[in-house]
């Protein structure tokens, strides 16, 4: 084995080898006469220094040892042997090169330690990714273009353009968030304002998105909803209008629209409806002021609600219909929020700020009937039995698992 080191350093050492071979000075111990030796080269070290008649004698660095340079030590240096915290091994110690470490993936070196890459802001994309000797480039989103922020990996979005789509511009983008359209199948604007409110519809389609019901194709679940189907062309509407997140939602409201007298669906349908009724009966919140919205508004996370908007819900809806059309353009805004959490964080703001106490007690009504409504249990039970029924889902065995 050592032959073979010792062959593969020599080999390397005659591609190496400089036009002039470094040299170093020694004092023969016998005859104290002052030689020049010709240095080792690089996977080797001095086994025997010069003498008047014989040139240095070198020898292979032993396992785990190495010597990047030329040089006339006797010793090869030890290779180290851990890396450091949040590293892994890039390159293995060699005869000639130490163990070359690097920060893990995630993470970037900053002097001697990994420290994790930046996140964009909103109004900012990645332009350069993080690597493990840089960090995130970022830069403002150009004209056309949007970013939610918070992340190391997104680029800046193109705006939705309702144009193409056949829809009416609602709201143009902003480099913090998409154009809104006008369409039925995926918001509705102040202008309408419905008993039938859709949040529950919203918080039931939450509370199954651990099941990544999203990456399942529209098809499929249409093909295996119980029922009236849905029609393809009301389909392809909601694929050309509405976001992975938002298909599946609307899916289920077209769905619901289309079985109401199915009496084995009663449950479900009713469950919902149940729960609409419990939100749009909430007393407390049907005396709301303008002043009482806009509080609301800045408390809730995400993008918010535009100050006209907001005006324009107390123009055109009834008193008992502004917290309910204010929190479906919020939820229009931030589909991929959780409905329940926002209004868990609105309640922790406006309490820190000192609300008024019915504006506290009204929401947190609200936000109980959403997370406890019983039509959650039965939307979970029949997706559930889809995905473990292989005759349905056959083709996507990762999700059935």
């Not at 999203?214 to 849905?230: A, D, F, K, Q, Y």
């Given at each position: 084995m050592k032959l073979i080191v010792l062959f593969t350093a020599s080999l390397s050492w005659a591609f190496q080898q400089p036009a002039v071979l470094p040299k170093y000075q020694y004092r023969d111990p016998v005859t104290s006469e002052?030689?020049?030796?010709?240095?080792?080269?690089?996977?080797?070290?001095?086994?025997?220094?010069?003498?008047?008649?014989?040139?240095?004698?070198?020898?292979?660095?032993?396992?785990?040892?190495?010597?990047?340079?030329?040089h006339w030590g006797d010793t090869c240096q030890y290779c180290t042997s851990v890396c450091k915290e949040r590293q892994l091994v890039k390159q293995q110690c060699n005869s000639t090169h130490d163990q070359l470490c690097e920060c893990a993936p995630g993470f970037h070196l900053v002097v001697e330690f990994c420290i994790t890459h930046s996140t964009c802001p909103p109004g900012q994309g990645?332009?350069?990714?993080?690597?493990?000797?840089s960090n995130t480039v970022c830069k403002r989103c150009p004209a056309g273009h949007f970013s939610t922020g918070d992340s190391s990996t997104e680029q800046c979005q193109p705006h939705r353009n309702c144009s193409d789509l056949g829809l009416k511009t609602l709201r143009w983008g902003t480099s913090t968030?998409?154009?809104?359209?006008?369409?039925?199948?995926?918001?509705?604007?102040?202008?309408?304002?419905?008993?039938?409110?859709?949040?529950?519809?919203?918080?039931?389609?939450?509370?199954?998105?651990s099941?990544?019901?999203?990456?399942?194709?529209?098809?499929?679940?249409?093909?295996?909803?119980?029922?009236?189907?849905?029609?393809?062309?009301?389909?392809?509407?909601?694929?050309?209008?509405?976001?992975?997140?938002?298909?599946?939602?609307?899916?289920?409201r077209l769905w619901?629209?289309?079985?109401?007298?199915?009496?084995?669906?009663?449950?479900?349908?009713?469950?919902?409806?149940?729960?609409?009724?419990?939100?749009?009966?909430?007393?407390?919140?049907?005396?709301?002021?303008?002043?009482?919205?806009?509080?609301?508004?800045?408390?809730?996370?995400?993008?918010?609600?535009?100050?006209?908007?907001?005006?324009?819900?107390?123009?055109?809806?009834?008193?008992?219909?502004?917290?309910?059309?204010?929190?479906h353009l919020w939820k229009s805004s931030n589909y991929e929020l959780d409905l329940a959490k926002g209004l868990s964080h609105s309640l922790k703001v406006m309490r820190s700020q000192g609300a008024?106490?019915?504006?506290?007690?009204?929401?947190?009504?609200?936000?109980?009937?959403?997370?406890?409504?019983?039509?959650?249990?039965?939307?979970?039970?029949?997706f559930v039995s889809m995905l473990q029924d292989e005759s349905c889902f056959k083709a996507y065995k990762p999700l059935n698992e």
């Open positions: 002052l030689l020049v030796c010709d240095q080792c080269p690089p996977g080797t070290a001095v086994k025997r220094h010069c003498t008047a008649d014989t040139p240095t004698e070198c020898q292979a660095c032993p396992e785990k040892h190495f010597a990047e340079n030329w990645v332009v350069a990714a993080g690597t493990p000797v968030s998409d154009s809104l359209c006008d369409t039925q199948e995926c918001s509705q604007h102040h202008t309408s304002c419905h008993t039938d409110v859709t949040l529950c519809e919203e918080a039931v389609y939450q509370s199954l998105s099941l990544r019901l999203s990456s399942v194709p529209l098809e499929r679940l249409l093909e295996s909803l119980p029922g009236r189907r849905v029609d393809r062309k009301s389909v392809e509407r909601l694929k050309k209008a509405c976001s992975p997140q938002q298909q599946v939602l609307q899916l289920l619901r629209e289309q079985n109401k007298d199915q009496d084995k669906l009663y449950g479900i349908i009713q469950g919902v409806n149940h729960c609409e009724r419990k939100v749009s009966r909430c007393n407390s919140l049907k005396n709301l002021t303008l002043d009482d919205l806009l509080r609301i508004t800045n408390s809730l996370p995400g993008v918010k609600v535009q100050q006209e908007d907001v005006r324009a819900v107390v123009s055109t809806c009834l008193p008992r219909q502004y917290i309910l059309q204010l929190l008024p106490r019915y504006l506290l007690k009204g929401l947190k009504k609200i936000s109980r009937i959403i997370g406890t409504t019983s039509a959650h249990k039965m939307y979970e039970k029949m």
